[in-house]
């Protein structure tokens, strides 16, 4: 290594570096890049850029160009083949905005519909207490509980005891008032016939369903 070191012997004295000091330099930077991690390879990269004066920037925009240029020089059977892959990305892309289209505003008249449909359930008399059971028949539906708006309502009611306990007694009310309405009937029924009165009393508007229920059976006794 003699005849080297006398050669850049200047160049070494003009660095202040001794032959040693630069041969260590040289194999670990060598040794670095070609046989370090790809993070090992960067640091060494910036650092010689560092010490070197070296405009990575610069490099990486001229290599950008270089490539763009390269880019540009496409064989023409190539940019047909590139024409036509847009052009089916592009029909792609409209087909997949049409169906998105017809869904949207397919989802939108189901939605009027249903609107429509819970409106009119809503103002029904058959739903006086929608307002408070609103939220439980939603989640009924919504859970595949329910069949239908009527369902998901008596569900709902049931589900609240203060509400379903009304519905009983005015269920009951209604079946007792029923029976009296056929008692009254068949009293009308042999009154005509007869022309004497059965003896069956009619019941009071607004008295107790147990003085309907005996107001009932009295009528059905007197006819037997």
């Known amino acids: 290594m003699r005849p080297v070191i006398n050669q850049w012997a200047p160049y070494l004295n003009q660095i202040q570096a001794t032959?040693?000091?630069?041969?260590?330099?040289?194999?670990?930077?060598?040794?670095?890049?070609?046989n370090g991690s790809p993070s090992q390879k960067q640091q060494m990269i910036m650092r010689l850029a560092h010490d070197y004066g070296i405009d990575l920037n610069g490099i990486t925009a001229t290599n950008q160009d270089q490539q763009q240029q390269q880019a540009t020089q496409v064989?023409?059977?190539?940019?047909?083949?590139?024409?036509?892959?847009?052009?089916?990305?592009?029909?792609?892309?409209?087909?997949?905005?049409?169906?998105?289209?017809?869904?949207?505003?397919?989802?939108?008249?189901?939605?009027?519909?249903?609107?429509?449909?819970?409106?009119?359930?809503?103002?029904?008399?058959?739903?006086?207490?929608?307002?408070?059971?609103?939220?439980?028949?939603?989640?009924?539906?919504?859970?595949?509980?329910?069949?239908?708006?009527?369902?998901?309502?008596?569900?709902?009611?049931?589900?609240?005891?203060?509400?379903?306990?009304?519905?009983?007694k005015a269920a009951e009310a209604k079946r007792i008032q029923e029976r009296a309405n056929l008692a009254n009937k068949a009293k009308a029924k042999d009154i005509s016939i007869t022309g004497s009165p059965s003896g069956a009393s009619v019941p009071i508007a607004g008295a107790s369903i147990r003085a309907d229920l005996e107001a009932a059976f009295r009528g059905a006794a007197n006819r037997v």
């Open 19 to 34: 032959p040693e000091a630069a041969f260590q330099a040289l194999i670990t930077t060598e040794q670095t890049l070609r």
């Open 75 to 168: 064989h023409p059977d190539m940019q047909h083949a590139v024409q036509r892959v847009q052009h089916l990305e592009q029909y792609i892309q409209n087909m997949e905005y049409n169906r998105k289209q017809k869904e949207a505003e397919k989802q939108e008249k189901e939605m009027s519909y249903l609107q429509d449909e819970v409106s009119k359930f809503k103002s029904s008399p058959d739903a006086p207490h929608f307002d408070a059971v609103s939220a439980d028949m939603a989640n009924l539906l919504k859970a595949g509980i329910a069949t239908d708006l009527k369902d998901a309502y008596d569900r709902a009611c049931y589900m609240q005891p203060d509400i379903r306990a009304s519905l009983e």
